[in-house]
């Protein structure tokens, strides 16, 4: 070995040293017992690694199975964050909603497939997420009791905006369902902008959606935060 310095408190319980290893060919820096070391700006701690390696932020703050390190910008620490966020799909529910003829009205969807952060209301039909960036959104629709060559549209509205629009004609009709999707990117601030879907139609007649629970359905997720 090289050149070493050794440090112990005054009962030897806490060991550690700094050497230099001509075998490694490495500077090292190390403890000796069985402790944690710790790192520290400002007189505070900032970083630690434990005793079996594990990386703590700001003290033993490990983090969770799956987490990664993000950083925060030149001003903040880095922090644990789980990769994924906002991710869920909703249906529409078991029981069918009239949509008037010529008229922007919101779909109620009332059954959470995957609602993984808790960011649906299923009593206000709304999907707000709490973090800042990007996210992919999508929406589809069907429609029962629609006659041939008729139109509807789908659209996913951010804080009663437009954001995305699709349009269906006559040749998506099925009998009597007729289908619209729409999906696309939308940036939320991650506080107070929510994201809802509604549908049109020029029937005759009003329509309700069909009663397969899996046809009408959102869905969406962060794809990059900013």
Request: with cysteine; glycine share 12%; aromatic share 12%.
């Amino acid at each position: 070995e090289g050149a070493a310095i050794h440090l112990k408190d005054d009962n030897g319980n806490v060991q550690g040293g700094l050497f230099t290893s001509d075998n490694t060919g490495a500077m090292i820096v190390r403890t000796i017992t069985n402790h944690y070391m710790q790192f520290r700006t400002n007189n505070t701690e900032r970083l630690r690694i434990g005793e079996s390696g594990q990386i703590g932020i700001g003290g033993a703050n490990y983090g969770t199975s799956g987490q990664v390190l993000t950083s925060q910008g030149s001003g903040s620490a880095v922090q644990w964050a789980t990769p994924g966020y906002g991710l869920f799909e909703v249906k529409h529910g078991s029981s069918a909603q009239s949509i008037p003829r010529v008229t922007y009205t919101k779909v109620e969807f009332k059954t959470e497939t995957y609602d993984l952060d808790g960011l649906f209301d299923t009593t206000t039909y709304r999907y707000t997420p709490q973090v800042a960036g990007y996210y992919y959104v999508a929406f589809n629709i069907i429609l029962a009791g629609q006659s041939s060559g008729y139109e509807i549209y789908a659209e996913i509205k951010k804080n009663g905006n437009s954001v995305m629009k699709s349009h269906s004609g006559g040749s998506q009709n099925y009998g009597s369902l007729s289908q619209a999707d729409v999906y696309g990117i939308v940036q939320c601030n991650g506080s107070s902008d929510y994201l809802d879907a509604y549908i049109w139609h020029n029937n005759a007649n009003s329509a309700s959606r069909s009663p397969d629970v899996n046809m009408t359905r959102m869905l969406g997720y962060l794809v990059r935060r900013t």
